[in-house]
């Protein structure tokens, strides 16, 4: 357990709303990542973050932004929902000096 | 694409040794073989890593085959609790952001019967 939280849990939401996703951690780590896990494809990189306000794009990151406004947040936003982005959603931290990833209980997000 | 190849189902029966395969035959000089599980509906959880050596901590040993192609990771004494997709990832160490990203293969669905 590396103090990983996500909120909400679960969520269904409307096409064309948008949806703010949060993910908190507790121990300073500068690495954070969002992930979508999806039947068939598996876990797939959206975006990161190196440090506050230091975020980069990962493999689908279209139709999502992030913000890291402190080190202990890392929040993923769907401008407007669609329904290809039902998904559930894990966000990740990644421990020095090896990197390995250590990830959060996910949040299911339904978009209907 | 992932990098490696794991088969796609094992059984193991409660309390005996679960040796999970995996083959990485074109892994490069800084690659680690990572292993992660993900028990259904819950996050992917950290195993274990290694580089060439063999690797053991609490919950598995890792054995990396002299030519680093192929490893196995073991799970000394399988308890129900063990049932999961246990995912095999090759990745340099070292790195956060896109370089240290971690690409998930299919995995090998392990399930552990009384």
Known sequence: DAGITQSPRHKVT????????????????????????DPGHGLRLIHYSYGVKD?????????????????????????????????????????DPTYEQYFGPGTRLTVT | DAKTTQPPSMDCAEGRAANLPCNHSTISGN????????????GPQYIIHGLKNN????????????????????????????????YCIVRVAGYGGSQGNLIFGKGTKLSVKP
């Not at chain 1, 096409?15 to 896990?37: A, D, F, K, S």
């Not at chain 1, 769907?78 to 982005?85: I, K, R, V, Y």
């Open chain 1, 14 to 37: 409307e096409t064309g709303t948008p949806v703010t996703l949060r993910c908190h951690q507790t121990e300073n780590h500068r690495y954070m990542y969002w992930y979508r896990q």
């Open chain 2, 55 to 86: 690797e053991t901590n609490e919950m598995a040993s890792l054995i990396i085959t002299e030519d680093r192609k192929s490893s196995t990771l073991i799970l000394p004494h399988a308890t129900l609790r063990d049932t999961a997709v246990y």
């Open chain 2, 31 to 42: 690659e680690y073989v990572y292993w992660y599980r993900q028990i259904h509906s819950q």
């Open chain 1, 55 to 95: 975020t980069d794009k990962g493999e689908v990151s279209d139709g999502y932004s992030v913000s890291r406004s402190k080190t202990e947040d890392f929040l993923l936003t769907l401008e407007s929902a669609t329904s290809s982005q039902t998904s559930v959603y894990f966000c990740a931290i990644s421990v």
